[in-house]
């Protein structure tokens, strides 16, 4: 229990640096304007990783596992998840924490009393990373859904009535922007 | 594990260099989802604009024309002289910052030039380098720079990721409305062929077919037929709209996404149901069978030429006067440009509601009334019988939309509306509403598939509102006057707030409508059970 | 780089006056011909940018509503911020050029720490500019006393309102102190604004350096180096009537404010500072949202070529024909 009593007290400082940390991957104008404007409308991006860490932070000091931990990091991964290229760049943020919290431990991180408790807080730490993992790819996943269901919406009632019909010549006069993902979509009929 | 000694940055290779040098140093940096695909040749031949050919965003070469830089300088002096809002606009600002934070690609991107302010200085640096003396002779010191193949495609980029919604001229001391800059941005790529697809198509279909989907005449109207089968399983009721009927004394005109795309197609629903109850002496157009304007979104001339259509279709049938549907951006253009450009209207007559027989002053030149000033005037008139409970397990908030917010003014009307046909209404904070309302992120031609990415970002500041009353007030319904937000709300919503459907303002007064001789309702206008109703009869 | 240049300029600037002055004894040259032709640089190179602006058409009425539109009766219309007439229009002008009122909007919800939501504002910025415009109008309108032989009333009102504090000798005035303040907020701001400084230009500074100059150099002269108040008098007196005197033994110090002042006039109608007369040609701002009740003509409309009904109905006749619609042409 003396890391879980250490880290508490912590609390505020590893906070702190961990959101510095994390803002150090985005652009440095960006970062500094994530971090300074408080409003939680005018800022979401920044407004939903100060909520986040802070939730995943509490989280963990309280012994939850990563079962429970994970769906507090919803709001960030699906910001990452239209922000960041790579997968690896979306969740580096949470293993960050682990740097953060060695750097605040220093030399004590060393200690017999610490050390063990500390691999397994740390254990935790990768395990919701792990979920992370899954949270990014559910995102990116759903970001094609959503481009499927777009278009399936927007030719909605053109595929109820090349059903209706379903006549191949009907289908041969629609619109020219979207003739491409159309066919596509005439294979997927059903959807009422 | 022992020793961690790893740094932050090493433990990933953060492969980002924050670049320290001046903006007009850094090379803008095209990323992919971030940016919607060129515009085919032959849609852009199809109306006659200037250097269709294929090209890709990706490719180094963007096979640019000879002499582009000409062409641009001189539509660049042409433009300056045609419009005194760019003439000002590219000397006055003072870079005082206002606007810098109050873009929703901003907000969402993070990416400094996204800021309006710098957005605007893409163009005027090049201004400056090339039409002002301090500019020649200064040169970097006096914020000019050249023309060059970089800052064209920057310009491309960034004026393709603007949606034109105005919320910065709000902001701004001045005034200085970047839609305005942006315009002029694209008229000038539009000299080179550098258009998007998503406009391209939809303005060669426009021009051609008489809508943006392309739906030929037999087309509108076997979707509107499908929407009277729909209305009579739910009401009982057989509706037989008219089409270019000539001697109705409206024509009815309607962005054409709504006769086609979920869930646009219920509001298009409503207007049926309440034109048909109201026995309004009505008729659709499949010749002007657009009120959204994508040309607006390319060239002032391409605009106006598809525009045209509306008044045409107007004098042809001999109707009184125009009523317009729900959307946005055709309501920027009905309201600030129609008349201008293809009026006077003088073969109409000044609108008044043939039902309540209240005069639209606020119309009288125009001569075309919003669907929601028209129905706030039935409802105060109590013309509308109104079942509001069939609405109560909707718990809606408005999204103003940019255009008749900013570009028009209708605030109160489509929420009288609303708080007339449901019971539970929330607004989302007050800094994200009205003349303050954030954009949906997929204006003014941007709603592509391809740019998902870009889309979602823009949109996080509007969709992070509507989860705040989500959060709060439990609201699981927004809706809107406006044709793309049905779509791209719908999408955005879907990504950041599963919970919240996105509704025309028609669509929920037709879900309250009690119409004469009607059966009793069971269903939504969705075809799916109205709660509480649930059961009482069994429908296909 | 981008604040260095500037401050260097006006470094220079102040270093050129010297020379000229204290050395090469061009007092005649700093004193007469370069406010003259500071002045009429300023005039000449207003009136050719408004007129230039001017010579653009408005070709569509593109206010930016910020309102309730004037619709059904019984919709309380936003007169300012969407105004429907000219009465409107001006008001709304007012509001902007005397008060800044689209700055004022700059209001926040402010999410503080914890779940409770505060409405704060962001105000510094209106605030700041508002004192400097204002503080920069009272002390040029101050000035004219020294082009009077008497001094005008409306000018004794606004020098005791000014310096009601009645500290010192001789008085503070209170814009002498706001001017510095507003001025160095708007360039700290400037420079630690992380947005702010991105995206600002050598142009945004030097205004900034000059300016800060000017009223240093004239609250140095005003209350601590005592210049030839009666000697300066001459000199303006002179300047104004174009029999131009210039009285020995003015402190350098006059000098220098007085080029500086001349350099801010003659760099105005050229650089970003001319917001002053752009404001009122913009037209988001300065037209009504009349729009459906008014026709806007475009002077430069001309026509286009448009798909005709008639073009259409060829193309889709027999189509049209099989699903009931009417044509015109069986």
Redesign the interface.
């Known amino acids: 229990m003396k890391l879980t009593e250490l880290l508490s007290e912590k609390r505020p400082a590893i906070l702190n640096r961990w959101f510095d ?1 994390i803002l ?7 970062s ?3 971090k ?10 920044g ?1 939903t990783l100060k909520q986040g860490t802070e939730a995943i932070l509490d989280a963990l000091l309280s012994g939850a596992d990563a079962e429970k931990a994970a769906p507090l990091l919803d709001g960030i991964i ?2 990452r998840a ?2 960041e ?1 790579l997968p ?2 979306a969740i ?1 943020f949470i ?2 924490l ?3 919290i ?1 750097e605040m431990l220093g030399e004590s ?2 200690d017999r009393s610490v050390a063990g408790e500390l ?1 397994e807080f740390e254990s935790r730490i990768d395990a919701v990373a792990l979920r992370a993992f899954d949270s990014f790819m559910k ?1 990116r996943e ?2 094609y ?3 499927t ?3 399936k ?6 595929l ?2 090349a059903q209706m019909i379903s006549q191949p010549k009907e289908s041969a ?6 003739s491409a ?1 159309k066919k596509e979509m005439t294979n997927q009929k059903q959807k009422r | 594990m022992a020793k961690f000694t790893a740094k932050p940055n090493d433990l990933l290779k953060i492969n980002y260099n924050p670049p320290q040098t001046d903006w007009m140093d850094t090379p803008v940096e095209i990323r992919e989802h971030m940016y919607c695909h060129p515009s085919k040749k032959k849609d852009l031949d199809t109306v006659g604009f200037p250097n269709g050919r294929d090209w890709r965003v990706a490719d180094e070469d963007w096979k640019l024309p000879a002499n582009w830089e000409q062409t641009i300088l001189e539509g660049m002096q042409a433009l300056l002289k045609k419009y005194r809002s760019f003439s000002v606009f590219m000397d006055i600002c003072v870079r005082c910052g206002a606007c810098a934070d109050k873009c929703h690609f901003f907000i969402g991107t993070g990416d400094p030039k996204n800021m309006p302010v710098l957005r605007a200085e893409l163009l005027r640096s090049v201004y400056r380098g090339n039409f002002t003396l301090a500019g020649k002779i200064l040169k970097k010191i006096a914020g000019a720079r050249d023309l060059t193949v970089n800052v064209l495609k920057e310009w491309w980029y960034y004026f393709y990721q603007c949606t034109e919604c105005r919320r910065c001229s709000v902001f701004c001391p001045y005034g200085i409305d970047q839609a305005e800059i942006t315009m002029m941005g694209r008229e000038l790529t539009n000299l080179l062929g550098l258009q998007i697809g998503w406009s391209g198509g939809p303005i060669a279909a426009c021009y051609m077919k008489g809508n943006h989907l392309g739906l030929e005449p037999h087309t509108v109207k076997s979707c509107i037929d499908l929407f009277s089968e729909d209305i009579e399983t739910i009401t009982g009721i057989k509706i037989e709209p008219s089409f270019n009927r000539k001697g109705a004394e409206i024509l009815f005109v309607t962005p054409s996404g709504d006769l086609f795309a979920n869930p646009g197609t219920y509001t298009a629903m409503g207007y049926l149901m309440l034109f048909h109850e109201l026995g309004l002496d009505y008729t659709w157009s499949t010749y002007a069978s657009e009120g959204g304007n994508f040309g607006f979104f390319s060239t002032n001339e391409m605009a106006k030429r598809l525009n045209a259509k509306i008044y045409a279709e107007a004098k042809r049938l001999g109707v009184k006067w125009i009523l317009g549907g729900e959307c946005g951006h055709m309501w920027r253009v009905l309201h600030q440009y129609m008349d201008t450009w293809n009026g006077p209207a003088d073969f109409l007559q000044e609108p008044v509601s043939p039902i309540t027989g209240t005069k639209f002053e606020n119309a009288k030149s125009t001569k075309m009334v919003h669907i929601s000033e028209f129905t706030a005037d039935l409802i105060k008139n109590g013309k509308l019988k109104l079942d509001k409970s069939r609405n109560d397990h909707l718990k809606v908030t408005y999204h103003d939309s940019c255009n008749p917010a900013r570009g028009m003014g209708m605030l109160e009307e489509p929420r009288y509306v609303i708080k007339n046909v449901c019971k539970n209404f929330y607004e989302m904070p007050e800094n994200t509403i009205r003349e303050k309302t954030f954009c949906c992120g997929s204006g003014s031609g941007i709603n592509a598939s391809e740019n998902m990415e870009l889309r979602m970002r823009g949109g996080l500041p509007r969709a992070n509102a509507v989860k705040f009353v989500h959060d709060k007030y439990g609201v699981n319904m927004l809706a809107c006057v406006c044709a793309i937000d049905r779509a791209t709300l719908s999408a955005a919503n879907e990504y950041w707030v599963p919970e919240v459907g996105v509704t025309g303002v028609t669509e929920l007064v037709a879900n309250a409508l009690v119409m004469k001789g009607e059966k009793e309702r069971t269903l939504d206008i969705r075809l799916e059970p109205l709660p509480g109703k649930e059961g009482s009869e069994e429908v296909s | 780089m981008k604040t260095l240049f500037p401050l260097f300029a006006v470094i220079t600037l102040i270093v050129l006056v010297v020379a000229g002055v204290q050395y090469a004894n061009m007092q005649f040259l700093f004193g007469v011909i370069i406010p003259y032709l500071a002045v009429a640089t300023f005039v000449a190179g207003l009136i050719y940018r408004v007129m230039k602006w001017a010579s653009s058409p408005v070709p569509f009425r593109i206010p930016t509503t910020c309102g309730q539109e004037l619709s059904l009766p019984w919709i309380k219309q936003d007169k300012l911020e969407s105004p429907s007439g000219t009465l409107g229009v001006i008001g709304r002008m007012a509001l902007e050029v005397l008060l800044f009122r689209s700055l004022f909007r700059n209001i926040k919800l402010d999410m503080r720490e914890g779940p409770r939501i505060a409405y704060g504002s962001d105000k510094w910025l209106w605030l700041s500019g508002l004192a400097f415009h204002w503080s920069f109008l009272i002390i040029l309108i101050r000035h004219f006393r020294l082009f009077a032989i008497q001094l005008p009333y409306p000018i004794h009102v606004i020098e005791s309102l000014d310096s009601f504090l009645q500290i010192g000798v001789p008085m503070l005035y209170i814009t002498d102190v706001v001017i510095l303040a507003a001025v160095t907020y708007l360039f700290i701001r400037r420079i630690t604004n992380p947005l702010v400084r991105y995206i600002s230009l050598p142009a945004d500074y030097f205004p900034l350096f000059l300016i800060l100059a000017v009223a240093g150099s004239g609250v140095l002269m005003r209350y601590f180096t005592k210049v030839d108040v009666v000697g300066v008098k001459q000199l303006t007196m002179g300047l104004i009537s174009f029999r131009p005197v210039v009285p020995q033994g003015i402190g350098i110090i006059f000098y220098i404010h007085l080029f500086l002042i001349s350099v801010l006039f003659a760099y105005f109608p050229f650089s970003k500072l001319v917001h002053m007369a752009g404001v009122f040609l913009s037209p988001t701002r300065n037209m009504a949202n009349n729009n459906r009740m008014v026709r806007h003509v475009n002077p430069w409309d001309y026509p286009v070529h448009v798909h005709t009904y008639e073009e259409y109905e060829n193309d889709f006749r027999e189509k049209m024909k099989s699903v009931g619609i009417p044509v015109e042409k069986e």
């Open positions: 940390v150090e991957t985005y652009h440095a104008d960006t500094i304007f994530l300074n404007q408080k409003d939680q409308f005018a800022n979401p991006i407004y699906r910001i239209v922000q290229g690896s760049s580096v293993l960050l682990k740097v953060v060695r991180a060393h691999v995102c759903k970001i859904e959503i481009k269901n777009e278009t919406n927007m030719t909605f009632r053109l109820q009535k006069e629609t619109p020219a922007p979207e993902e």
